[in-house]
């Protein structure tokens, strides 16, 4: 029995994360890298008695210390935590996948070459000698198709012979290349380095990195070579222009070799569709794309909302038996409350909030498997670089106005952790369809015809907040020296892969499941806590005692204390601010209405409001509410995909903060409007 690690290397859409997950199944966890924003996803399987431990490093377009995604790859590398390095190429588009190979060639780490995706290139009409691959590289070449796990066979069978022959990457001919097209400058920097090179770098690429003026090569050469050579080599690289350009260009010379000799398109150049030509075009592309978002999110939500109302069913269904039962037994009506109110409502919360998920999650899911995601970025991308971001982060934002869990989760597919984390930032700022269901009956109730106007205003301090909320956490997020463009292929369309795109979404669903059921019941617990008490009337309440204690303080937000109390539920879910507002202004009990077992009365509720609350505090109500946290659920999926509690918190304390800063402002405009 023996224990060997697995790194897979390769660029962003390659196919790294499937053979991940296709390796690895539930055997996995999610995290980020010792003190650094870049995720790290590890996992594990076995196979005929020896474990194999799996991680995929973060995804980049080459081994330059540009980005921390890049620099983490590179310390992992030259740790020499891995046995064994799995660089994985789109066999579709192999001429432009391989260039994180001709950038590992000369790091003396045991590799192998995975060809993903032969069946898109077997539709193509391409034919890859992988033989002769093998014989010009001096490394196992293996042509796959991540998504069926069947077509493994071949890659088990290399890990299986590793140990017994242990393969390096041939770099010869791109070292040749390198010497004829750097000329003297190359030769010159070489002679100032260790003929053997240093730790896992060759002597060559070295060089080619210093001539690339790399600041990770350049700190490895200065611990090494003695002063005088080190203050040598700076002269020399002063001298150095465009050292990345034509370090590239040797290195597309090379890959140009390789598909020449082992590459034959046996079949018609693949036209593109009019529907892929218009999805791409300026002038129709963002239209249809959000109109495919919006369908999509109408379909997640076909897939979601039965799921959740199975689960809700089944939750309440449970929850009338298991209090009488437990009553019968002499439980403590406190302890039957507590379970079966507080408990249970959260477990149904996570559980419909883990529907959502997976319905968002499969169908965004397939329309990236299927290639067109990939469209939607690139016709947003302009427009994203506005505000600092990739194209990839309209997804997001307009899921968000189904519901922002879909938004959150949808981040997944941006590549830098500061830009989804800011993009997450930035989402919470869409209101969801919940939302809607409080503003148009408040604002409907005090404003009415002139309602209007209140939520075109609302919709205008919207786009001010992004903004605000863009220039405050860019800063740390997102800062302008480390900001990249989208740099992506455009993958061909092809048929998705069921089995694959099924075991990703029921992964993410589980992830998210256990995340939400410990935040939410840790909070739904205390919320109960406050609101509970044994005659169910609110006046005897904690949530009633602290209510009327600050309220001199929430009236200078121009909110009375039950609309305070409203929006402090809202962040549980935003339709229980109604039933709790139905609740404390009718003195009837508060945790039903947050659960959702009651029905509110509407008209009943409108009247109360308008005999008690003036337009002033209604205005600074609506504010409050529409720019509060979306939700508890929200809250959780975000510390689920920022891996991050403490980004997750700023960014919570930041939205109250300005919901209650707007409030005031709103309150003290209305009083001179009204």
Same mark, same amino acid.
């Given at each position: 029995m023996s224990e060997t690690t697995i790194a897979l290397l390769g660029q962003p859409n390659s196919g790294k994360s499937t053979l991940f997950n296709g390796l690895t199944g539930s055997r996995q966890h999610v995290g980020n890298w010792p003190g650094k924003t870049v995720e790290s996803k590890r996992g594990a399987f076995n196979r005929q008695g020896d474990t194999y431990h799996v991680v995929d490093l973060p995804g980049t377009y080459s081994l330059s210390a540009n980005s921390e995604e890049e620099i983490v790859t590179r310390n992992f590398i030259a740790g020499g935590q891995a046995d064994l390095i799995c660089i994985l190429a789109d066999a579709s588009q192999l001429e432009r996948s391989l260039f994180m190979l001709a950038d590992y060639a000369g790091i003396q780490v045991p590799a192998v070459l995975i060809l993903n995706m032969m069946d898109v290139c077997d539709a193509q009409g391409k034919k890859i000698d992988t033989e002769g691959l093998e014989r010009e590289l001096g490394i196992p070449v293996i042509p796959m198709v991540a998504a069926d796990k069947k077509r493994y066979d071949d890659f088990y069978e290399v890990l299986e012979k590793r140990c017994a022959k242990a393969s390096l990457l041939k770099e010869d001919g791109l070292s040749t290349l390198y010497a004829e097209e750097l000329g003297v400058n190359f030769e010159k920097v070489k002679k100032l380095l260790p003929e053997k090179g240093i730790g896992?770098?060759?002597?060559?690429?070295?060089?080619?990195?210093?001539?690339?003026?790399?600041?990770?090569?350049?700190?490895?050469?200065?611990?090494?070579?003695?002063?005088?050579?080190?203050?040598?080599?700076?002269?020399?690289?002063?001298?150095?222009?465009?050292?990345?350009?034509?370090?590239a260009d040797c290195k597309f010379q090379w890959i140009e070799k390789l598909m020449k000799g082992n590459v034959v398109n046996t079949g018609q150049r693949v036209k593109r569709s009019r529907f892929d030509r218009a999805a791409t075009s300026k002038r129709w592309g963002k239209p249809i794309a959000i109109g495919m978002i919006v369908l999509g999110l109408v379909v997640s939500m076909l897939i979601g909302m039965p799921l959740m109302g199975l689960f809700g069913a089944l939750i309440s269904g449970i929850s009338a038996p298991l209090s009488s039962w437990l009553l019968s037994i002499g439980t403590a009506p406190f302890i039957v409350s507590l379970l079966c109110n507080a408990v249970l409502t959260a477990v149904s919360f996570a559980l419909q909030?883990?529907?959502? +998920? /997976?319905?968002i999650s499969l169908v965004f899911g397939f329309m990236e498997d299927i290639g067109y995601m990939a469209r939607i970025s690139y016709t947003f991308d302009n427009t994203m670089a506005k505000l600092g971001l990739q194209g990839k982060a309209i997804m997001p934002f307009l899921v968000s106005f189904g519901c922002n869990i879909g938004g959150v989760t949808g981040t997944r597919v941006i590549d830098s952790w500061g830009q989804r984390v800011m993009t997450m930032a930035l989402s919470w700022a869409v209101p969801c369809a919940s939302t809607w269901g409080v503003v148009g009956l408040v604002s409907g109730t005090f404003f009415g015809s002139q309602a209007v106007f209140v939520i075109l205003s609302l919709f205008a301090v919207a786009f001010l907040h992004m903004y605000v909320t863009y220039k405050i956490f860019g800063r740390s997020l997102n800062k302008e020296a480390e900001r990249t463009g989208l740099i992506m292929e455009l993958p061909p369309y092809?048929?998705?892969?069921?089995?694959?795109?099924?075991?990703? +979404? /029921?992964?993410k669903m589980g992830n998210v499941l256990k995340r939400a059921l410990l935040i939410i019941i840790t909070i739904s617990v205390v919320f109960w806590l406050l609101a509970y008490t044994p005659d169910g009337n609110v006046q005897s309440s904690i949530i009633y005692r602290i209510g009327t204690f600050i309220e001199p303080v929430t009236l200078r937000f121009g909110l009375p204390w039950q609309l305070f109390m409203a929006f402090a539920a809202s962040a549980m879910g935003k339709e229980a601010a109604l039933g709790v507002m139905a609740s404390l202004f009718n003195t009837d009990g508060i945790w039903s209405a947050i659960e959702g077992s009651s029905v509110v009365n509407t008209a009943v509720l409108s009247t109360s409001l308008m005999s008690v609350v003036s337009k002033p505090e209604a205005l600074a109500f609506l504010f409050a509410f529409f720019f509060n946290i979306p939700c508890l659920m929200a809250l959780s999926a975000t510390a689920q995909e920022s891996h991050s509690m403490?980004?997750?918190?700023?960014?919570?304390?930041?939205?109250?903060?300005?919901?209650l800063v707007m409030a005031a402002i709103a309150y003290h405009v209305g009083l001179l409007i009204f």
């Open positions: 896992i770098y060759s002597v060559d690429w070295l060089t080619t990195k210093l001539l690339e003026k790399d600041a990770l090569a350049i700190s490895v050469v200065r611990e090494v070579i003695d002063t005088a050579a080190f203050d040598q080599l700076q002269v020399e690289l002063g001298g150095i222009q465009d050292g990345n350009l034509r370090s909030m883990a529907s959502y +998920v /997976f319905g092809h048929k998705p892969h069921w089995k694959s795109l099924f075991g990703s +979404v /029921f992964n403490k980004w997750t918190l700023r960014i919570a304390g930041y939205y109250i903060g300005m919901a």
